[in-house]
């Protein structure tokens, strides 16, 4: 494979992870080794993408104890800092093994806006990446540090979603 490049999806809108899952689901077709890290997405249940994902050999690590504070306001925030910090080490590790042609972390870009992570963290990723690696990083907020350093970044705009009526995040539609 050719020099990797280093992608970004951010902004409001939905369809961030979906259009990474898309990406990784291309590269499989081709017969491309893919990991997916899944940051503050922890719980107990797998999205519909993931499922399928699964049964399609592309590797998939949900850190299953990282829950965003938006949705659990009562976690406890060092906890979830040391966790982070754990998930970082073995992202780090998974890079430099070269096992993979692809990488996407899933909600990266969240860690960095909500401070769970810094620019420090995300400097040593992608110093890690070997030079055939494709890396994606995904996430509301991405840092104005990481638009520069980026070869794509499309921005998700949100014009109307159904959340505003109170309609609730659908299963096979929204996870």
Known sequence: MSKGLIHVYTGEGKGKTTAAVGLAVRAAGHGRKVLIHQ???GGSLDSGEIITL????????????QVSPLFSPKADINELKASVAASIELTVKEMKSGEFDLIILDEFNN???GGLADLGDMKRIIDAKPENLELVFTGRNAPEELLVIAD????????KHP??????AR???EF
Request: charge should be positive; aromatic fraction near 12%; charged fraction near 30%.
């Open 39 to 41: 940051f503050l997405k």
């Open 54 to 65: 699964k049964k399609s050999g592309i590797n998939i690590v949900t850190f299953r104890e």
């Open 111 to 113: 860690l960095l806006s």
């Open 152 to 159: 794509y970044v499309t921005e998700t705009r949100m014009i």
């Open 163 to 168: 959340f505003e009526k109170g309609t609730k």
């Open 171 to 173: 299963k096979g539609i």
